[in-house]
């Protein structure tokens, strides 16, 4: 089977000055995730299988010091990959794992499969849910392009239904996305057919995200409704390289998740 991975460009390992702490929990500082360091530079475009049970290094979207502030966690932060192991998933509608911290933190622990890295394998990402193409031979069968895709991380409010509702229908009304992929109780997908509004969607969110100041980022109510904001897929700057500044949604049902 192909494997479900997206590639995922990942920066040169930095080295942690004495001061690159990340926070992690409930206003606690925990141990800067070292092993993450060790994990090969590049291109990681393999996938391997991530069983339930399995050791992992999985993206924890909190806050981290590097010696310029405080700033919000983001996956190219090495410093931001913690170790737990996979309780269940990759769920089939999102390519999701749920994450028991070794720690034993109880938040952030749904994570994308593509931010979660087999320790056993090196640092191989875990792949997604199993795909069950239309039609008998696999091998000619190529996963569908999906439109320039952003996670985002609501409040713990979020598990209260109607204050979800209000929450996905404020950013329905002010960003527009040309499609929604909600019902999730601490998060909701947007999508962009156009790189440039899903871009300037990120920032914007970025932008406001950035100005808290908390340690704990359960505490930061900079924006009303989202706590944390990721791309999942190729960024817009990937896309342009390769072409897809646009994407034209395929006619008839949606085959892609």
């Known amino acids: 089977t192909a494997c479900a991975c997206w590639p995922l460009a990942l920066p040169e390992p930095m080295a942690l000055g004495f001061g690159a702490m990340p926070w992690r929990g409930a206003g606690r500082l925990a141990r800067p995730c070292v092993a993450a360091l060790l994990l090969s530079r590049g291109q990681l475009a393999a996938c391997v299988e991530c069983r339930v049970g399995d050791a992992v290094l999985a993206f ?40 028991d911290w070794d720690d034993g933190d109880e938040n952030n622990r749904l994570v994308h499969h593509t931010q979660v890295k087999h320790s056993a394998s090196g640092g191989e990402r875990c792949d997604g849910p199993p795909i069950s193409p239309p039609g008998d031979d696999d091998e000619e069968w190529v996963p569908p392009e999906i439109p320039c895709t952003l996670l985002c991380r ?48 990120f920032k914007a969110l970025d932008s406001v995200l950035s100005k808290c100041t908390e340690k704990d980022l359960e505490q930061c109510r900079t924006h009303k409704h989202v706590k944390a904001v990721e791309y999942v897929g190729d960024d817009p700057e990937t896309r342009r390289r390769t072409g897809r500044h646009v994407h034209v949604p395929s006619p008839g049902p949606r085959t892609e998740l």
């Not at 527009?176 to 019902?183: C, F, H, I, T």
């Open 60 to 99: 924890y979207a909190g806050q981290v010091d590097r010696g310029r502030g405080v700033e919000a966690c983001t996956p190219s932060m090495q410093e931001c990959f913690f170790p737990g192991k996979v309780r269940s998933g990759p769920d089939a509608a999102e390519g999701m794992v749920t994450i």
């Open 154 to 201: 609501l409040h713990w409010e979020a598990s209260d239904p109607e204050w979800n509702r209000q929450a996905v229908d404020t950013l329905k009304a002010e960003f527009k996305p040309d499609e929604v992929l909600d019902g999730f109780d601490w998060h909701v997908v947007l999508r962009f057919n156009d790189v440039n509004r899903c871009e300037a969607v």
